[in-house]
């Protein structure tokens, strides 16, 4: 037990000795502040780590995960990392980030009670139902969860261009673009599914805010 937790103590040690032999400068530069370009809403799924997969370092990504990727308009963490990205840092790219194999998905998909978390799955829930169509028709379970991922993914990038935090980014000309990518956690790849928004007109316009 002690060895497991003091292992991650160790391992630190042994990183700020690796960074300073290659920068003396390292740390300092960093705590000056940051100008991440990225916002990365993930899963929490500990395979899928934003930095990791996409080979960016410290101060290049604000980040915020949860399970499955969902951009859920009461959260009140999300918003105000949203906000904090958008409105302060000035982020030019959000990046929803869903995976295939995601442990919510595949919770979502089933009936069985589970806690808790039935209450944040029922989301994921709402966009099988706007989906179902499609869904329902895919005989294949793995196939039809794959594709739930994905329209899981454009759903959060709806969602996002929905919010008055990105529409008064665009509102002010300010460059932002929202993106949809699904990670394959079988082979590393990310695939873009090319669902990107970059202004109000590509959103209903039952969502336009004035
Ligand atoms: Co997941």
Redesign the pocket.
């Known amino acids: 037990m002690e060895k497991l937790y003091k292992k991650l103590l160790d391992n630190n040690k042994k990183w700020v000795k690796k960074q300073l032999a290659q920068d003396p400068q390292y740390f300092k530069n960093l705590a000056k502040g940051q100008t991440p370009e990225y916002l990365w809403i993930g899963?929490?799924?500990s395979r899928?780590h934003a930095n990791t997969i996409t080979g960016t370092d410290p101060g290049e990504m604000f980040v915020h995960r949860n399970?499955?990727?969902m951009v859920v308009h009461t959260d009140m963490n999300m918003l105000s990392v949203l906000s904090y990205a958008v409105e302060v840092l000035k982020v030019k790219h959000i990046i929803v980030c869903?995976?295939y194999g995601?442990?919510?998905?595949l919770a979502a998909m089933g009936n069985k009670q589970v806690g808790l978390i039935d209450n944040w799955l029922r989301h994921i829930k709402d966009v099988y139902r706007y989906h179902h169509k499609e869904l329902d028709a895919i005989a294949d379970e793995n196939e039809k969860a794959k594709r739930f991922v994905e329209v899981n993914v454009m759903e959060q990038v709806h969602d996002l261009g929905k919010t008055s935090i990105v529409q008064n980014a665009w509102k002010n000309k300010q460059p932002l673009h929202v993106h949809g990518w699904v990670y394959d956690i079988h082979d590393g790849i990310i695939k873009d599914l090319n669902v990107t928004f970059t202004c109000t007109k590509d959103l209903h316009s039952v969502y336009h805010l004035d």
Do not use: L
């Open positions: 899963c929490s799924d899928v399970i499955a990727n869903g995976h995601c442990g919510g998905i």
